[in-house]
Structure formats: structure tokens, C-alpha cells
């Protein structure tokens, strides 16, 4: 079980993906009374980066904007793993599951995991309205607790994954066609399924706010691939 002990979220407007992040992320360490020092991992979960970069990880990008741990490695260093997770909309619960077990490495410290896309050039169809949200996260301690994320990837279909194709005759990559599937879906009671267009920032910025006014605990994301996670919040 894994803990979320604070989170902030804002659309991403004119600001750059990381800007937006780095800002979300230092209101809410000073928030929760912590230090950035205090944070032991960093996960960013998303699709979408400016020019389609993937290296290095976007993870890395933050770590170094908030200058966290940013020193050599030694065997008595106090050191800071930061990765990405890339699992179209399921993304975030990706992200809190690998937190929960990277967490135990080092016991009392801190995750804080981001979300959030970008447009990735203008040539790109982008028909999206980006949110970027950041999680404070523990294995314990007062806030919404995960007890279950299950995946269900039966109908994934990888002709319906996202991809880039060149287009010569603008000089850049741009988002290739494709066609999403479409899911059957059987809503259970005090269940909040998020809308398939949505990015995964929106998701989770989404389910948190109603989650936090005591709508739902449930939360289904359903990925135009076909895959699709259930979280139950306690």
C-alpha cells in the first residue's frame, strides 16, 4: 500500500512541461514541511515530450532543475533514482506501484512522482488539454491510500499504440494516425472512469479532486491501446 500524502496539479498553458513540474513540485515538498533533500525517487509518467525526446528521462530533467541529490555515487552516498514509466493513460498507476517497491529500498523517504505531456512539436494534431499534477508519496502516513491497482491488458492492440512517422515535407515527426479501441464498459458503483481523450495528467487530476471531496474511490483509466487499470482508494 502506498500513501499519497500531498498533490498539486495545474494546466500546462504556455509554461514548458518541466517549468510547470518543477514549480507544482516545490509548493507541495514546502507544503508537506519536507525538504527536497528528503525525497529519495522521482518518477515522471507521460507520453508526450517537446521533439518526441525520450532520453534521457524526463525523471533525470527534474531531478536536476530541483537540484536533488545531483552529486557522484558512492556506496555511502546519499543518492535519489529517478526513471520514467511509460504506459500510455495507465501510466500513474504504474508509476505508484514501482514506488511502493523502490520505497522500501530505503526506508522513511519520499517519492514524489509527475505527471503531465506536452505538445511535442506544431505540426503534431493536438487536440488535448495538458495537466501537469505531482504526488507527494510514502509508504505510510495520513492521505489517500492505494490498496489495489489491477491491469488489464486482454484487449490491448498494438496497432492501436501512438506512434511518430517523419513527414518530409514539414522536416519534423509528427503523431501517426491510428484508430482507438473501443471498450465495453461497466461502471461499478462510486466508480469514476475518465474520459479516453484525456491525458494522464487530467486523469489523476481528475480523480484527485473528486476523490478529495468524497465523491469516489474507485478509479478506472481506460487506454486508447485497449489496456486499462482499476485503483481502489482507501
Not at 516545490?26 to 508537506?32: C, F, G, I, P, S
Not at 517537446?50 to 545531483?70: D, M, Y
Amino acid at each position: 500500500m502506498v500513501v499519497i500524502l500531498g498533490w498539486k496539479s495545474s494546466p500546462i498553458g504556455r509554461s514548458s512541461l518541466l517549468k510547470s513540474i518543477c514549480n507544482l513540485s516545490k509548493k507541495l515538498v514546502a507544503e508537506n514541511s519536507i525538504k527536497l533533500s528528503d525525497v529519495n525517487l522521482i518518477i515522471h509518467a507521460g507520453v508526450y515530450r517537446r521533439n518526441f525526446r525520450t532520453e534521457p528521462a524526463f525523471a533525470s530533467h527534474v531531478q536536476g532543475e530541483l537540484g536533488i541529490k545531483c552529486k557522484s555515487l558512492s556506496q555511502e552516498s546519499d543518492h535519489c533514482f529517478s526513471f520514467d514509466v511509460r504506459d500510455g493513460s495507465c501510466s500513474p498507476y504504474v508509476a505508484l506501484n514501482s514506488a511502493k517497491h523502490m520505497l522500501k529500498i530505503k526506508s522513511g523517504g519520499y517519492a514524489l512522482i509527475t505527471i503531465g505531456d506536452e505538445r511535442p512539436n506544431a505540426q503534431s494534431y493536438w487536440p488535448y488539454q495538458p495537466i501537469s499534477c505531482v504526488m507527494l508519496v510514502a509508504l505510510e502516513g495520513d492521505g489517500a491510500r492505494l490498496e489495489s491497482a489491477i491491469f488489464d491488458s486482454r484487449s490491448f492492440e498494438t496497432t492501436a499504440i501512438v506512434s511518430t512517422i517523419f513527414d518530409g515535407n514539414k522536416s519534423a515527426n509528427i503523431i501517426g494516425q491510428y484508430s482507438p479501441v473501443e471498450l465495453e464498459i461497466t461502471a461499478q458503483d462510486d466508480m469514476f472512469i475518465g474520459d479516453t481523450n484525456w491525458l494522464s495528467g487530467r486523469h489523476m487530476h481528475e480523480f484527485l479532486t473528486k476523490y478529495s471531496q468524497g465523491i469516489t474511490r474507485l478509479h478506472q483509466i481506460n487506454d486508447n491501446s485497449g489496456k486499462s487499470v482499476t485503483a481502489t482508494w482507501v
